[in-house]
């Protein structure tokens, strides 16, 4: 059985959203950048497997699996790949994620096919028990390091339900402009290391035996508790489940783990040129080595 290997070999996990792939020429580079790195650095000891999963539509799915042979050709690591439907996890998801929808998705309604981008919120109830922690990665991402060392749970403190990056443009000093307006003196929204501004969901650690463990965090997904907060910071956004990350650890930044930002270093500069040129470097700067590149908003990645 599966668990039964699993106790023989040491499996890490990590997920990538892969839907309507077959129809994006730039998700597809983008893909490929992504794999073609992640095989070039990754490293595993001797019975370790690199568990690959992927939320995928069928036709994505018959693209990623002819994909899939080409970019671990040269794997030097045991892998295992996972394809799940995501209309699947949708039906799963969409009661436990419906009410958050309206606080921090586009539009006015809650779009049942929006749902699957408040997965990882939500993971721990998703995915089977067994699965106790796994890393959710973006596809216009770079590495430059073995993905094995970015296993920092360990270093979780007692609490902590995830590991996650800091937003690196000021992107929610924008979102929380009328509480910052009303709360002069507030951290929200403010550059690192004094402020808070706020996390970015490209690259996730995500503890899900934590996340079910924690019953602060299973308060915070009741309708009721996240009404009450986003009336308390005045939250309207569009972003998805780092939006419900972002606004929940505004109020308890206990429950997150801070990445070093060379973990998932964004090179979007968008908010440089609407409205924030004058603070943008506060947020974008990032010293220290870069071991992820997340090409956010379709930026080219550099080539070193
Ligand atoms: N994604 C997908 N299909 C799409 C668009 C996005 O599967 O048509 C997934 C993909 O994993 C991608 C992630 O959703 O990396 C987030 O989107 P993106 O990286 O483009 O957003 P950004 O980081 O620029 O905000
Ligand atoms: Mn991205």
């Known amino acids: 059985t599966e668990e039964e290997k699993d106790v023989k070999e040491r499996s890490y996990h990590a997920l990538m959203m892969f839907t309507k792939v077959d129809k994006n020429r730039s998700l597809q580079d983008k893909f490929r950048v992504a794999m073609l790195s992640l095989v070039k650095y990754g490293r595993f000891l001797e019975g370790e497997v690199l568990v690959l999963h992927f939320v995928c539509d069928q036709a994505s799915k018959e693209l990623g699996e002819e994909m899939l042979q080409e970019f671990l050709i040269d794997a030097t690591f045991k892998y295992q790949v996972l394809f799940?439907?995501?209309?699947?996890?949708?039906?799963?998801?969409?009661?436990?994620?419906?009410s958050m929808q309206k606080h921090f998705s586009s539009g006015s309604g809650a779009y049942y096919s929006d749902a699957i981008f408040f997965l990882s919120v939500a993971m721990h109830r998703i995915m089977p028990d067994s699965l106790t922690r796994i890393v959710q990665l973006d596809l216009d991402l770079k590495y430059r390091e073995n993905i094995r060392e970015f296993q920092e749970f360990h270093r979780f403190p007692p609490g902590a339900v995830m590991g996650i990056a800091?937003?690196?443009?000021?992107?929610?000093?924008?979102?929380?402009?009328?509480?910052?307006?009303?709360?002069?003196?507030?951290?929200?929204?403010?550059?690192?290391?004094?402020?808070?501004?706020?996390?970015?969901?490209?690259?996730?650690?995500l503890d899900l035996a934590a996340m079910r463990a924690s019953s602060l965090y299973n308060q915070l997904l009741e309708?009721?508790?996240?009404?009450?907060?986003?009336?308390?910071?005045?939250?309207?956004?569009?972003?998805?489940?780092?939006?419900?990350?972002?606004?929940?650890?505004?109020?308890?930044?206990?429950?997150?783990?801070?990445?070093?930002?060379?973990?998932?270093?964004?090179?979007?500069?968008?908010?440089?040129?609407?409205?924030?040129?004058?603070?943008?470097?506060?947020?974008?700067?990032?010293?220290?080595?870069?071991?992820?590149?997340?090409?956010?908003?379709?930026t080219p990645i550099p080539d070193d």
């Open 84 to 98: 799940h439907d995501v209309s699947a996890l949708t039906q799963k998801l969409f009661p436990i994620v419906e």
């Open 223 to 298: 309708p009721e508790h996240l009404a009450q907060l986003a009336a308390q910071y005045r939250f309207r956004g569009h972003l998805g489940d780092q939006d419900f990350f972002t606004m929940i650890g505004m109020e308890h930044p206990e429950l997150f783990y801070p990445l070093a930002c060379g973990w998932n270093r964004q090179l979007c500069t968008w908010w440089r040129d609407h409205g924030y040129g004058d603070v943008f470097q506060l947020y974008y700067r990032c010293d220290g080595p870069v071991y992820i590149y997340h090409g956010n908003c379709n």
């Open 166 to 205: 800091r937003e690196m443009q000021p992107v929610y000093r924008h979102t929380f402009w009328q509480y910052r307006k009303e709360n002069p003196q507030t951290k929200v929204g403010e550059p690192h290391p004094d402020g808070l501004p706020g996390f970015n969901s490209g690259v996730m650690l």
